[in-house]
């Protein structure tokens, strides 16, 4: 948290306002926190949910799993999941254990398709004591996203007007006690724009989302919930809303004053138009492009032969390296974006290099049946990856595969080359160890 003094300015649009922002912040008492580690978004999904419970301080993750991505895919479906998984037939709106939910949806963020600013808010109402959902657009449900959430659940009830801060820069969850902030959502989204911002500049202040409900909520069962997002033009945050349902009543029943999220910084990495975009989610590292000009010459360079370069430099280099990538592009005069979509669609491409020892585990139906999903999570939680990812060390890739051609085996993974059948969750540690798996990633 910042502890600047800041004066907002005069603008012909807003009202000035000026707040003793140290003393408000002096104000803050921090009731938990939860520190967590930043990761890449994979395929539209940041494979965790952030749970809250407000009665406990408690803050922990939840997986996503890759059940939970097919079976729901996000924003509602992922909110009914979520509370399905956590209320009673017997829950109100304003029990205990009802919870005040924001989802995103797999393209949330992505800023090609329209409406995918949205995210979705999920609760039991107080206007009618069955679930009701409502969508919003502004920033919140991206800024999620790119902090590193799926979903948000906030669960239970605060003793005293809380704000809960989500920090996506440093990683860290807070719950703090804000009491001499407004009331108002639009002085407070302004508020607390300024006071989280990471730096006195309209580029950090965009950074910042504010959800927030107000005075009316507290006394009404049809208060519906602020989001907001910095209006650069304006120079002041405003505000859209999740209207249905009494969304923003039971953030009020549950003492929240406001949730916070910062964003990081974020690249583009859907607009694949330049180079420097690119080299976000392609690998770096040059090869020989001598060896690539070899494998473009076998197909005349010719435009209507891409995958088959594309396969050739696949087996010679294991990965679709990114200078690569640009060779085949000017040799053929297929554009780079054009290349990036066939190298990232077909699974047999990689654009990622692959670990030294690389794991392959069996998803087809006679492995499936016998347990395949529980040997992936167990290889998943040793090596702190998902499938399809590589450790930071480089040294093991894991990646789900069909059927291996083994079935009488089944549960069967492949690594390195060598097949093993019958494979158990536990048996997982000891056949990493012996590929010179150490959690210290020596
Ligand atoms: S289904 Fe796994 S080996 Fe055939």
Redesign the pocket.
């Known amino acids: 948290m910042t502890t600047k003094s800041i004066r907002i300015e005069e603008t012909k649009t807003h009202t000035v306002h000026q707040w003793d922002f140290p003393k408000l912040i002096e104000a803050h008492k921090q009731l938990s926190s939860y520190d967590y580690a930043k990761q890449k978004i994979k395929h539209g999904y940041a494979n965790r949910s952030l749970h809250v419970n407000l009665s406990s301080g408690k803050i922990k993750e939840k997986k996503v799993t890759e059940d939970m991505k097919k079976l729901f895919v996000g924003g509602r479906g992922f909110g009914l999941k979520l509370l399905w998984d956590e209320i009673k037939p017997s829950t109100r709106w304003d029990s205990n254990e009802n919870e005040l939910i924001v989802t995103t949806g797999p393209l949330c963020g992505a800023t090609q398709y329209a409406g995918s600013g949205k995210s979705i808010c999920l609760t039991v109402s107080p206007a009618t004591d069955i679930i009701c959902d409502s969508n919003v657009g502004g920033f919140f449900g991206p800024f999620l996203k790119f902090s590193g959430f799926d979903a948000l659940e906030i669960q239970g009830k605060a003793k005293e007007d809380v704000i809960v801060v989500i920090d996506g820069v440093t990683g860290k969850v807070s719950v703090e006690t804000a009491p001499l902030e407004e009331h108002n959502s639009h002085l407070l989204a302004e508020q607390l724009t300024y006071m989280y911002a990471k730096e006195d500049t309209d580029k950090a202040r965009q950074q910042v989302s504010v959800v927030s409900a107000g005075k009316g909520a507290e006394n009404s069962y049809w208060g519906m919930l602020n989001f907001s997002f910095y209006d650069v033009r304006r120079k002041v945050p405003r505000v859209k809303q999740a209207g249905r349902g009494g969304l923003g009543s039971v953030l009020r029943n549950k003492h929240i004053k406001a949730i916070v999220v910062i964003a990081p910084f974020t690249k583009p990495i859907w607009q694949i138009s330049s180079g420097q975009q690119l080299a976000d989610v392609v690998d770096k590292k040059d090869v020989d492009l001598a060896k690539v000009d070899n494998i473009i010459n076998k197909w005349n360079a010719d435009s209507n032969f891409v995958i088959e370069m594309f396969q050739d430099i696949q087996e010679t280099f294991q990965h679709i390296p990114m200078n690569a990538l640009n060779r085949v592009a000017d040799k053929t005069s297929v554009p780079t974006g054009q290349l990036f979509h066939i190298a990232s669609f077909y699974k047999s491409f990689s654009l990622e290099s692959k670990g030294e020892t690389q794991i392959q585990v ?7 049946v016998r347990g ?1 999903n529980e040997v992936l999570e167990s290889f998943e939680r040793e090596l702190g990856i998902n499938a399809g990812q590589t450790t930071e060390n480089k040294k093991f890739s894991l990646e789900k595969v ?6 009488g ?4 993974i492949n690594i390195n080359d060598e097949v093993i059948g019958g494979v158990k969750p536990a048996d997982v540690p000891e056949i990493l160890q012996k590929h010179g798996f150490s959690k210290e990633g020596d």
Do not use: E
């Open positions: 069996c998803m087809g139906t006679a492995c499936v395949a069909r059927c291996l051609g083994c079935c085996l089944a549960p069967v």
